[in-house]
């Protein structure tokens, strides 16, 4: 698969794929970000004056049967403004998270039909960070006006 279906395929506008990694168990996707500037969180300004930039490992959907993780550069920039440095925000990763909001979703999806244990086995991740995720758009879902559905073997949901 060329780099640019690889990107199409990610489908997140704003990453470009740049390579890849095949592993046993996983497949990491090297990806950049387009924009070459971030909003200050502080003030609103836009900023291209970059702090430092670090690859990180951002947990996605799995997919051909293997954990897959974007290799992501997470920036920060010295705001022109207000001269704070800031971390920059991505839509479509919560703040401070190590996986994406789709994968997120997953999770929740998960543990709506199967056990946390059953979950944390199969993704390989902790029940604790697996509760989290589920408390988090439980709650998200009750303040939209939203239903629950009961978990498998709980009384009274999580």
Known sequence: MALRELSDFLDIPSLRVTGYRKQQDRVEIIVELKANSAVCPECGVRSTRKHSE???????????????????????????????????????????????????????????????????????ISDTVIAKVYESFSTAQMQRGGSLRQRPGKSGGA
């Open 54 to 124: 670090k690859a990180i490992p951002m947990r996605d959907l799995p997919c051909f049967g293997r954990q897959l993780y974007l290799l992501l550069p997470r920036r920060r920039f010295k705001c022109n403004h207000c001269c704070k440095p800031f971390t920059e925000r991505l839509s479509f990763v919560d703040f401070g998270m190590s996986f994406t909001k789709r994968y997120e979703q997953y999770i929740y999806d998960q543990c709506k039909e199967r056990s946390f244990t059953a979950v944390e086995k199969q993704e390989g």
